[in-house]
């Protein structure tokens, strides 16, 4: 519009001239700013279409990691307590091990008897009453009593 104005046209008093090109400046630079509103919106609104997502996604991995650490804490803080009630009961066995070390005298071990051993052994006295002719002798009580009083 000032270009219009400032070209050869028909003559107009300068006052007037001067008055018609401050107006055209203002309208041109309302025009131009009104321009630079609408492609900064645009381009604003594109951004945060654009970063809307991304953000959302921190957000969520924000919130994920502050529960996971609040997750990890509380298991760190129970792994602490059973730890120490092991450590209690370690102690606690130990103390029972001890008394029952110092309390129990060691078991005889029993003897254990090889053919060898049995061969080697005494025999039994034979009873004084038995007779071999005779068939299938089983001594009384008073003579297994008086067998075993001899061999004492």
Do not use: C
Not at 15 to 37: F, G, P, Q, T
């Amino acid at each position: 519009m000032t270009a219009a104005v400032s070209s050869k046209g028909p003559r107009i008093d300068s006052e007037v001239k001067n008055a018609i090109l401050a107006v055209a400046l203002l309208k041109e630079e309302d025009a131009v700013n009104v321009h630079a509103e609408s492609i900064t919106d645009t381009i604003v609104s594109k951004l945060v279409k654009r970063i809307e997502p991304v953000t959302h996604r921190m957000a969520s991995s924000a919130d994920f990691a502050a529960a996971n650490g609040l997750t990890q804490a509380e298991t760190i803080l129970m792994l602490k307590d059973v730890s120490a009630q092991l450590q209690l009961v370690t102690v606690s066995l130990n103390k029972a091990l001890e008394k029952a070390a110092t309390q129990q005298q060691p078991a005889a071990t029993p003897i254990q008897l090889t053919w060898a051993d049995v061969a080697r052994a005494k025999p039994l006295a034979i009873p004084t009453d038995y007779n071999p002719d005779l068939p299938a002798q089983r001594p009384n009580s008073s003579n297994i009593l008086h067998t075993m009083q001899r061999r004492s």
